[in-house]
T-cell receptor, first 112, second 112 residues
Framework: NAGVTQTPKFRVLKTGQSMTLLCAQD?????MYWYRQDPGMGLRLIHY???????AKGEVPDGYNVSRLKKQNFLLGLESAAPSQTSVYFC???????????FGQGTRLTVV | DQQVKQNSPSLSVQEGRISILNCDYT??????FLWYKKYPAEGPTFLIS?????DKNEDGRFTVFLNKSAKHLSLHIVPSQPGDSAVYFC???????????FGPGTSLSVIP
């Protein structure tokens, strides 16, 4: 049972490039989330989804887009990467109405 | 403006003693409060939660106290062990856990 898997684990992008981070969960969870972690800021919610085909904005959505075409996958896109998007990105999923979210191992993204 | 605050970036405690991690929040609409633990290079893992209708919840060595009037919660770890050394995040959400907001974290060091 893999839990929550994030792909890739590391990536270096040049300013202006685009990329997609993939999150896959095999626990049949309804809810999925994307967070970014920055020093002194903790985890900040970018976007989240409460079910297949639905997405909503979190605390810091600007510069990111998401899609949840399949229940098990939640994609985070950066259309035009900026140095301010250098961060560690975490995906998480949880049961409908449950307190515990399960996190992936994180993706370290550097934008130069 | 941060809705969940952890004003102590770090805490150091002797093994066997009590660790007390504090958290304050500003949004009185939060219904659930959670604590997560994070080791370096790993995703956060769920530790314990409390509903806004309770003032205490225990799970083994971990107890969370909630003071709604003060918009304050704390996590007590007794006795503290070296393996507890990690970053602890306080988080809060509405009734459906759809939008979970994290604090900046407190780094706990338990000294043998």
């Amino acid at each position: 049972n893999a839990g929550v898997t994030q792909t890739p684990k590391f990536r270096v992008l040049k300013t202006g490039q685009s990329m997609t981070l993939l999150c896959a969960q095999d626990m049949n969870h309804e809810y999925m989330y994307w967070y970014r972690q920055d020093p002194g800021m903790g985890l900040r919610l970018i976007h989240y989804s409460v079910g297949e085909g639905t997405t909503a904005k979190g605390e810091v959505p600007d510069g990111y887009n998401v899609s949840r075409l399949k229940k098990q996958n939640f994609l985070l896109g950066l259309e035009s990467a900026a140095p301010s998007q250098t961060s560690v990105y975490f995906c998480a999923s949880s049961y409908l109405g449950g307190p515990e979210a399960f996190f992936g191992q994180g993706t370290r993204l550097t934008v130069v | 403006d941060q809705q969940v605050k952890q004003n102590s970036p770090s805490l150091s405690v002797q093994e066997g003693r009590i660790s007390i991690l504090n958290c304050d929040y500003t949004n009185s609409m939060f219904d659930y409060f959670l604590w997560y633990k994070k080791y370096p290079a790993e995703g956060p893992t769920f530790l314990i939660s409390i509903s806004s209708i309770k003032d205490k919840n225990e799970d083994g060595r971990f107890t969370v106290f909630l003071n709604k009037s003060a918009k304050h919660l704390s996590l007590h770890i007794v006795p503290s062990q070296p393996g507890d050394s990690a970053v602890y995040f306080c988080a809060a959400s509405g009734a459906s856990y759809d939008k979970v907001i994290f604090g900046p974290g407190t780094s706990l060091s338990v000294i043998p």
